[in-house]
């Protein structure tokens, strides 16, 4: 391990949790993360070695089965992954955030019902907010819930579901008007729900249909796809957490976290896009020097290790404001925010050493070029953080008459 990312007061456990993970990524995900992920290919046996680490429980609780560690450790394996392969990260990501939800939100019945069964991958989770054209506008989601006694029907469609094809339990966001009065803010009515399903593309049951995955420039070997509600019955007692009306605040709650993820894969990227620059430019001559010893590389080396340092301790602050109970809306927010921007830029500073080659198939760099974008939308934009971060400090610093 290198100079760059460390990260000081981890526990014994903690430090043995990452070395673990570390030697996983070098050794399993980096000899053949380039050809899976030029294939678009899922990385299956990759998945099977992270169920045999106990990566898919290690916020879960013990007595649920699963590792029952923090947000931190959590993040800091999540930056370990993505340095390997960010569609790797991609794929637990999701997974974690509907644990997190069940978690903290679920009935006991919910929890007791599906928790043991993701802390061993059995059971693998995926979460779906975002519709066709919904964009960032949460409030203004169109699939609804609609009681049929005591059961639910969903209907709607909805875009850019993570795992859509390999998980088998989705969290969905409804429009859902029980009780309601009707000018009730838009949040209020919406309800989270937990659907079941078989894996794979096609009608996975009646009423809901995965059509197939939505080819992407990058993040590839993860399935992306879309999710078509058409009278799906969901029985009552998987409205998460048993009442309706709690979906928003639910759902963010989830993309809370999700963002100190997004935030942790930024910093993994960066971290490797900056060790193949520093390693490229060692061997590269020009001028009858390595170019490491022009000074212009060097400037430019200098730069983006600084980069790397600012976004994993920003990163970390997030994790741990989260873990020690205190809201982290605001340090989530900035992190997801810096840690994606200056992964895009360590990324292509790193294309920028790598020159013509950079452009090959051949070197890695070329892969996360194409990856690191789609952090800058993930979990929402950078327009997004911006405006989370900006109300909260107004919260924070309001003037006093």
């Avoid at 939100?105 to 975002?130: D, K, N, Y």
């Avoid at 519709?131 to 609609?146: H, Y």
């Avoid at 590269?284 to 290790?305: C, D, N, S, Y």
């Avoid at 500073?349 to 974008?373: D, V």
């Amino acid at each position: 391990m290198g100079r760059l990312a460390r990260t000081e007061g981890l526990t014994d456990i903690q430090r043995e949790i990452l070395e673990t993970v570390r030697g996983f990524v070098d050794k399993e995900i980096l000899p053949v993360a380039g050809e899976l992920e030029h294939r678009d290919e899922y990385p299956a046996e990759i998945v099977e070695g992270l169920k045999e680490l106990g990566l898919f429980g290690l916020m879960i609780p013990e007595e649920y089965g699963g590792l029952g560690e923090s947000l931190l450790t959590y993040a800091l394996c999540v930056e370990e992954i993505a340095r390997g392969w960010m569609s790797v990260s991609g794929i637990i990501n999701t997974h974690f955030i509907v644990a997190h939800m069940l978690r903290h939100h679920g009935t006991e019945e919910q929890r007791a019902h599906f928790l043991p069964r993701m802390a061993s991958g059995e059971v693998r989770g995926a979460f779906s907010m975002s519709e066709p054209a919904l964009g960032s506008d949460v409030a203004a989601i169109s699939s609804k819930g609609v009681r049929d006694g005591d059961d639910f029907l969903l209907t709607g469609q909805k875009m850019w579901l993570t795992n859509g094809g390999s998980s088998t339990l989705v969290a969905v966001l409804c429009r859902t008007d029980e009780g309601q009065p009707a000018d009730a803010p838009p949040h209020r009515s919406m309800t989270t729900f937990l659907v079941e399903k078989e894996p794979g593309f096609g009608e996975v049951r009646p009423g809901l249909t995965i059509p197939g995955k939505i080819e992407k420039m990058g993040y590839k070997g993860v399935d992306t796809t879309e999710m078509i509600m058409d009278g799906l019955r969901i029985p009552a007692d998987r409205v998460l957490g048993g009442t309706t009306g709690r979906g928003f605040y639910q759902m963010m709650d989830g993309v809370e976290v999700g963002r100190v993820n997004v935030a942790a894969r930024g910093c993994g990227v960066a971290l490797r896009a900056f060790e193949l620059a520093i390693a490229y430019a060692q061997q590269r001559h020009t001028f009858g020097k390595p170019i490491a010893e022009h000074q212009a590389v060097q400037f430019r080396l200098a730069e983006m290790a600084t980069k790397v340092e600012a976004a994993h301790a920003l990163m970390v602050g997030a994790a741990r404001t989260k873990d020690s109970g205190r809201r982290n809306d605001l340090e989530a927010g900035m992190a997801k925010y810096l840690a994606a921007e200056y992964c895009k830029e360590v990324v292509e500073g790193s294309f920028r050493i790598h020159g013509g080659y950079g452009f090959s198939k051949e070197y890695e760099i070329e892969r996360l070029y194409r990856e690191a974008p789609m952090l800058l939308i993930g979990e929402g934009t950078a327009e997004i953080q911006k405006m989370i971060i900006g109300r909260r400090l107004l919260e924070e610093y309001r003037e006093r008459n």
